[in-house]
């Protein structure tokens, strides 16, 4: 049986004297993850050479123990939407996803009917007879998602899967990932849009200049980054009170009174001693009405690690 | 994975690209090049047929008569046994005798006479009969002779090279280009099996696109000929060398088909494969003889009927490049050219499976 994960060996790929990443080792589990990173870092660059689409240089990729040199076995139970917009000329959505059934070695019938499934699960069935050529941004989005999931792959990659949707549609399309996601499927997603990487992912992977600069669950992720404190979000009552408490704490290096004056945002260099201290304070009287983390999040992970280097 | 379950998946791929490729734009000048001979002979049929008639308005005289007249004769007296001709046409030219002296003015009179088959020129000279042309307006060995020189000359060397230069190339240079490369190398399917599924299209096409053309080209070319002469060309060599000329249309889109298709995996440029190929086939004929079995118009060359016609008085530079080589018999061609086109296609699977997507960036 083949091992469910999804593992990057030390792989290098450079095109001429560019280069698209570079020793990426990852062992991606299924689920859902989010590849994040600027433009030009090397996202589309794995998702391609997990595909096939691109060779590496150096290093080995395997797929649930598959090598994408053998596209015959991978392709099987890999779909692939990628970020190329072009369809087959003429093409309308419904012969788009149908035809590349018949690839797959679906008898006719049956293509017919999975592609009508397909282009439905993603909101496509009325526009399926209409040429992909005249589709929006999203309805392409959309069809090239139905190509990818009309065979029922064990796993997902998706270039930029949300780009161009309207909320309803993007709604509906992270529904269908966490569905996959929820059948022991790999969902591997790269994203601009970092709230939804942050509420999707099971885990992601961020990436700077063609290397992996951290990966795993968000928080995580978080927990490694020691130069940064992490910060976290208070209400209370008495908002002053307990900020004064608070900064006799060594771990506490910086108190900021939220703008209503009925919280506090603080940063603190240790977790569980922050944690420590709100209990006492709490015992002590004061009421506490929540505690969030703020930078436990894609947006921040992706400040710390790679905002230095945009 | 079943060697049934490939060659479905080859069929699929196949019959997927087939109507890319005949309804493609980048295809129609393909249909430009195959239809052009047949063109040209339509328009043959229709400019014999417009002579025929414009002949036959005045008078059709009867093939005794016409073969009754001599040099020498005077013009009356032809006029007189003749009657009167299709076409009459006076003029006349100064010529100077010797230096010095006088410009002597010459009389000249044409005339044309239609027996129905043949057209007879008589030109006068002061009244007497100094030229007899007598031709026959179209027949059916003439028509086989300009046959075989368009398919020497025209098919095989420039319709069917460069309609495969164009169709093969595309393959995989053309969606590349489209950026659609992506939709096949993302299947199920081996790289060698989508190489051998685009091929057999290429294939398929070039074969109806160029097939059909020399097919139709052979029809009309007999279409302008009395229709009891090509009963007669009917009844002995007619089948065989039309399916002999298909034979060789189709080998040739097999041979250039597959070195197109490897230089579309090989290269960006279709320009360079294509005058370097052009050049190693026009020099096909002084080479060595080892390296002549290197060429797809050797093979080809040998399945016509009839060799390529190279005119009386043609330069010896000239005669070089169009003299065909040696030919080989007929099962040895095939046999050649299969083995050639399969060394290539093997060469071309090494690439394919080389092959990456780089549409301009990440």
Known sequence: MSAPEIVFDEVSKFYGEVLGVNRVSLRIPPGITSLVGPNGSGKTTLMNLMTGLVHPDRGSITVRGLSPRDPERLMRLTGYATQYDAAPRGATGFDFVATSLLLWGYEPREARQRAAEALERVGLTEAGHRKVAAYSKGMRQRVRLAQAVAHDPEVLVLDEPLNGLDPVVRAETIALFRDFAARGRHVLLSSHVLQEVDVISDQVVLIANGMVVAEGRIRNVRDEIEEHPSQFLIRCSGASRVASLLFERDHVSEIKVVDDRQGLLVMTRDRNEFAAALNAIALAGHTIESVLPADENVDALYEYLIGAQR | ?362
Not at chain 2, 75 to 104: I, Q
Not at chain 2, 172 to 187: P, Q, S, V
Not at chain 2, 269 to 281: K, Y
């Open chain 2, 1 to 362: 994975m079943t060697l049934n379950f490939r060659s479905r998946q080859i069929w699929t791929i196949a019959r997927l690209e087939l109507r890319r490729v005949f309804f493609s734009r980048r295809s129609f000048w393909v249909y430009g090049l195959a239809l052009f001979p047949l063109l040209i002979f339509v328009m043959q049929t229709i400019a014999v047929e417009y002579q025929k008639r414009t002949l036959s308005a005045v008078n059709t005289i009867s093939p005794a008569l016409m073969d009754s007249v001599r040099e020498g004769e005077r013009v009356e007296a032809v006029l007189e046994r003749l009657g009167k001709p299709s076409r009459d046409r006076e003029y006349s030219f100064r010529r100077r005798e010797r230096d010095g002296e006088e410009e002597v003015r010459i009389h000249n009179r044409q005339l044309h006479y239609w027996d129905g088959q043949r057209r007879a020129n008589l030109i006068f000279q002061e009244g007497v009969l100094q030229n007899i042309h007598i031709r026959q307006l179209v027949s059916i060995d003439l028509q086989r002779l300009m046959y075989n020189g368009v398919f020497h000359y025209y098919y095989l060397k420039l319709a069917i090279f460069f309609g495969c230069l164009g169709i093969f190339m595309n393959l995989f240079r053309g969606e590349m280009l489209d950026k659609t490369l992506h939709f096949w190398l993302l299947a199920p399917a081996r790289r060698d099996v989508l190489l051998a599924g685009k091929y057999l299209a290429g294939l398929l096409a070039a074969s109806v696109i160029f097939g059909t053309g020399a097919a139709l080209t052979y029809g009309a070319m007999l279409w302008p000929v009395e229709s009891a002469e090509v009963r007669t060309f009917f009844a002995g060599p007619a089948l065989e060398q039309m399916l002999r000329y298909s034979a060789a249309a189709l080998l040739a889109c097999l041979g250039y088909g597959s070195v197109f298709l490897a230089a579309g995996l090989l290269v960006r440029n279709p320009i360079i494969p294509a005058v370097v190929l052009l050049m190693w086939e026009s020099a096909n004929g002084f080479l060595p003889a080892v390296l002549q079995k290197l060429s797809v118009l050797h093979y080809v060359q040998s399945l016509c009927p009839m060799p390529a016609p190279v005119e009386e008085g043609t330069p010896a530079l000239v005669r070089m490049f169009l003299a065909p080589a040696p030919a080989t018999s007929w099962p040895l061609a095939v046999l050649g050219l299969c083995s050639l086109t399969a060394a290539i296609l093997y060469l071309a699977a090494q690439a394919v499976k080389r092959l990456e997507i780089n549409y301009g960036g990440d």
